[in-house]
């Protein structure tokens, strides 16, 4: 199918290949249920799946390799509309798209067995794996389990005044944009903005500032191994960077965790950073 795909009511999509629309290439609208199996979506002008209002369960799927026209080429995007939105992603790839692999906006989403891999920036942007953040009638809640997130710009996940939740999972080789957007700068996961995070058995390495990024949140680290930042001078790195910003506390807990192989900072505690840090 080489249009955009819009789905409304309840749908099962079996074995379907979307491609090269010169907008998104699937829509699902206010109150749709859909369930998309054995599927490929790539190659769109826009976004590869729309969730606007409504509730996807995608399986054994694809989503990859989007960029934006008008608007930005993120893999698959959640949004709260009138009705509330939800995603199951389960054994699925979301690879290769722009800005963000998974956006959640006052929505909810689960992501197990399933990889996030190689977000691509946006000019002045970021390309991160997860972007789970609220809208103006709440936060997001994202959980992640048993999955890759891997190779993306500036975070692999990011919490802006939301919560995620991350166990038996792996967070590698979160990569330097060369744009810093504070709460979550070059980390592996990061929150921010009254953010919640709940890591548990979960290894996050290669990074090129901090393991796990914290301003004006709460983090809960538990059987967490961080290890092997990139940072190069004048920049610093850190296991775990715990700042204020001046509008929210910011609190951690970290228990039966190993922080190895950084530079400058196993864990940083500071009233306010400023970079480059001096």
């Known amino acids: 199918v080489t249009s955009t795909i819009v789905v409304a009511g309840e749908a099962m999509l079996d074995q379907l290949w979307g491609y090269d629309s010169a907008g998104a290439g699937m829509v699902a609208n206010v109150g749709a249920d859909l369930r998309m199996c054995e599927s490929l979506v790539a190659d769109n002008g826009g976004a590869g799946i729309v969730v606007d209002g409504a509730v996807i369960t ?3 799927s694809v989503i990859r390799g989007h960029s934006g026209n008008s608007q930005p080429g993120v893999g698959i995007a959640v949004l709260r509309g ?3 939105a939800s995603a199951s992603i389960e054994a699925s790839v979301i690879d290769d798209n722009e800005q963000s692999g998974l956006f959640v906006r006052g929505a909810t989403a689960t992501v197990s067995g399933s990889v ?3 977000t691509r920036t946006l000019s002045g942007s970021f390309g991160r794996g997860i972007q789970a953040q609220a809208d103006a ?7 992640v389990a048993g999955s890759l ?3 993306n710009h500036e975070a692999n996940v990011a919490a802006v005044g939301s919560r995620v939740t991350v166990r038996d999972s792996s967070l590698h080789d979160a990569r330097d944009n060369g744009v810093d ?3 979550a700068a070059f980390a592996g996961i990061g929150t921010g903005l009254n953010g919640e995070l709940v890591i548990e058995r979960t290894v996050i390495v290669g ?3 901090s393991g796990v990024f914290v301003i004006e949140g709460d983090a809960q680290l538990e059987g967490v191994v961080i290890e092997n930042d990139r940072a190069a001078a004048p920049d610093w790195g850190a296991g775990v960077t715990l700042a204020g910003g001046g509008g929210y506390a910011t609190s951690a807990r970290i228990a039966g965790s190993a922080i190895a192989d950084v530079e400058l900072f196993g864990i940083l505690l500071a009233e306010r950073l400023v970079f480059p840090f001096e």
């Open 137 to 143: 009638e709440g936060g997001s809640d994202v959980v």
């Open 58 to 60: 995608l399986e054994r």
């Open 181 to 183: 957007h504070g709460y």
């Open 207 to 209: 990074f090129a500032r």
């Open 149 to 151: 997130i891997a190779g």
């Open 116 to 118: 996030i891999s190689n």
């Open 82 to 84: 009138s009705e509330p």
